[in-house]
């Protein structure tokens, strides 16, 4: 039996952990202060016994810490820990993305305000060094200590669902509309595989060792929502390949945003890759600051000016008012 090895990648090991859209959509409840089941369940409009495996996933997982609150009946609420809240710069790349390309009306549902300067912000991908937003034209990359490749393990994945609109029962959000696009394991693969310039069908299935009728699926739905172009490179049998799209070239901040995630907390001290960026000449780490005045953005440190009528069971934090935060 032929073992199937890929390549080692902090942005992999970082959604190996999520799994997929909806645990992505919890951890968004819990920056808005969610941390009881109900809570949850009236913001997400998700099924129970999705939501109960994504609390659990979480859990197992350490970006949540499950603490009882009530003894009779015996019930419990799900705190974020320091691993937890260290991805929220992801959250907010992903919906710097959804709120570029993807917003169904003029106005984002929310302001981010930055409460360190007191601006609206848009928060931006940036070189920890400058300071400068980065792209995918203005960074390269080398191999760091972690690189090479590990044997992929079959182990139980979450699957697509198979109308990405569920993600959007609950509260408008920039966040669930990225995550429609692209929120499954195998969409954020092939999206970061394009990244490294791997472009063509066979390449794909070889690097990701992914059944061929998924791919042709993941194919399909990035070409129908603009990430990935379909090119014909051969006539005779047709081949197509798969570059990116300016659309999707701008997913590149919340991937590298994931990276960073991952080396910090997954990569045991040896990142598979170092970041330069090219404009100033120096490695940096990615780091999501606010544009205005370049500072990080964290959590306990923004508030939100709503574009929608929240329901009263769903409704965000209050300004000022800190996250629950659990070391692990």
């Known amino acids: 039996m032929r073992v199937i090895h890929e390549r080692n990648c902090s942005v992999g090991r970082t959604v190996a952990i999520l799994s997929d859209g909806w645990a992505f959509l919890v951890l968004r409840e819990c920056y808005f202060a969610a941390t009881r089941f109900e809570t949850f369940q009236a913001a997400l409009g998700i099924p129970r016994a999705t939501l109960a495996q994504r609390l659990r996933d979480l859990t197992v997982g350490r970006l949540l810490r499950r603490v009882q609150y009530s003894q009779r009946p015996k019930r419990f609420e799900y705190r974020l820990t320091q691993m937890g809240i260290e991805l929220y710069p992801v959250m907010l790349a992903l919906l710097a993305f959804g709120d570029k390309w993807l917003k169904k009306t003029a106005k984002p549902p929310i302001y981010l305000v930055h409460n360190l300067c007191g601006e609206i912000c848009r928060p ?47 509260r ?81 901040g919340p991937l590298i945003a994931m990276l960073r995630w991952g080396d910090d907390w997954l990569a045991r001290g040896k990142p598979p890759l170092i970041l330069k960026h090219n404009e100033c000449g120096h490695d940096f780490h990615p780091t999501v600051v606010c544009n205005h005045c370049r500072e990080p953005l964290r959590a306990q440190e923004m508030s939100y000016r709503l574009n929608y009528r929240p329901r009263s069971d769903s409704r965000p934090r209050k300004p000022g008012r800190p996250l629950v935060v659990e070391d692990i």
């Open 124 to 170: 931006m991908v940036a070189c920890s060094h400058c300071k400068e937003e980065v792209d995918n034209k203005t960074v390269t990359y080398r191999n760091g200590p972690g690189a090479g490749t590990t044997p992929v393990i079959d182990a139980k994945r979450n699957r697509r669902p198979s109308d990405p609109a569920v993600l959007d029962r609950g």
């Open 172 to 252: 408008p959000s920039s966040v669930a509309q990225t995550l429609k696009v692209i929120g499954d394991r195998w969409s954020f693969m092939v999206i970061r595989e394009a990244f490294f310039g791997v472009r063509r069908f066979d390449d794909l299935q070889n690097k990701l060792g992914i059944a061929p009728n998924i791919l042709t699926d993941r194919l399909d739905r990035l070409v129908a929502e603009g990430i990935l172009n379909r090119r014909k490179y051969q006539d005779l049998p047709e081949r197509y390949e798969y570059p990116l799209t300016e659309k999707g070239k701008d997913l590149y």
